[in-house]
């Protein structure tokens, strides 16, 4: 993989984790996908079911959204480790058409087949 590719796919890759972490703070969680202390819980025992749901809802959220965090912080990692563009299963090149559409990606199409 040239300079050119990995120096826009760091980009990419920046932009991207930008968002997620932009996203968690909107939920009230912090980047380690911790809900910050002091969020608005309601009036009172007659809004416990509403906010149970909507907590339950926004966890499921905040997971979600760690889980594509940390696939991206992976990533940038394996730019600094000069692994970026090998798959971590099989060590083959990921296709970069793979990794311009998901610039996350750390398996090849094959492997990521096999996965599941």
Do not use: W
Not at 98 to 107: C, D, I, K, Q, T
Request: overall charge neutral.
């Amino acid at each position: 993989m040239n300079e050119t590719d990995l120096t826009q796919a760091k980009a990419a890759l920046t932009t991207d984790r930008e968002g997620l972490v932009h996203q968690l703070n909107e939920l009230g969680a912090t980047e380690t996908g911790e809900l910050r202390a002091g969020l608005n819980q309601g009036d009172g025992f007659s809004d416990a079911p509403a906010i149970t749901a909507e907590r339950t809802e926004r966890l499921g959220v905040i997971r979600a959204l760690k889980k594509k965090l940390d696939s991206v912080d992976r990533a940038l990692s394996r730019i600094d480790d000069g692994q970026y563009g090998s798959c971590v299963r099989c060590g083959e090149p990921i296709p970069a058409a793979r990794l311009e559409f998901r610039p996350a990606s750390v398996y090849c199409v094959a492997c990521k087949s096999s996965r599941g």
